[in-house]
């Protein structure tokens, strides 16, 4: 089955900067890769996705990069603000039939 | 559209006695996701499954955890013989059948605690 691992597990970074998170999958099959963020104690929530056949797809301030020969896709998010603090994962999926998540990275915004 | 529901949000049982956790996917939604989050830990697959098919289960403990996701109503995880370690909070997530790549909405979670 598809094993997806995910770096690094917490992340703090200064309120303006950049975070980056990173993920690697082990099934070339998998041709969806989303992105959840789960704030303290809620449900995760997709923020942003990305199919095979595109590289890059950004919104607004995230951005999520694919590298298919790699088997590995970031999360890019820029100009970081205090409510961007929470757990985000990524996961892997074959044509939307089951998801293996990443083991996820709690990302604190420093003011 | 209500979203996934699942119910109860909240769950107390003693050692010994049995949980049932609830999902009612989307509407229109026939796949249905269950996992399992420990505190400060991540999403671990459980099972997945179909109307009245179970698709993949290797994330089920082998003993006393059982699913089903029948033709009517809602999916039910059920937990016999509950232990102190089962506790946690336990989510679904339910996407639609159609080919390609789709999205998996979450529930809002039940958590069991286990006494």
């Known amino acids: 089955g598809e094993n997806v691992e ?94 293996y998540f990443g083991t996820g990275t709690s990302l604190t915004v420093i003011p | 559209n209500a979203g996934v529901m699942q119910n109860p949000r909240h769950l107390v049982r003693r050692r010994g006695q049995e949980a049932r956790l609830r999902c009612s996917p989307m509407k229109g939604h026939s796949h249905v996701y269950w996992y399992r989050q420990l505190p400060e830990e991540g999403l671990k697959f459980m099972v997945y499954l179909q109307k009245e098919n179970i698709i993949d289960e290797s994330g089920m403990p082998k003993e006393r955890f059982s699913a089903e996701f029948p033709k009517e109503g809602p999916s039910i995880l059920r937990i016999q013989q509950v232990v102190r370690g089962d506790s946690a909070a336990y989510f679904c997530a339910s996407s639609p059948p159609t080919l390609g790549n789709t999205e998996a909405f979450f529930g809002q979670g039940t958590r069991l605690t286990v006494v």
């Open chain 1, 6 to 99: 995910q770096h690094p597990s917490t992340l703090s970074v200064q309120e303006g900067d950049s975070a980056v998170i990173k993920c690697t999958y082990s099934d070339s099959a998998s041709n969806y890769f989303p992105w959840y963020k789960q704030e303290l104690g809620k449900r995760p929530q997709l923020i942003i996705d990305i199919r095979s056949n595109v590289g890059e797809k950004k919104d607004q301030r995230i951005a999520v990069t694919l590298n298919k020969t790699a088997k590995h896709f970031s999360l890019h998010i820029t100009e970081t603000q205090p409510e961007d603090s929470a757990v985000y994962f990524c996961a892997a999926s074959v044509n939307g039939n089951q998801f």
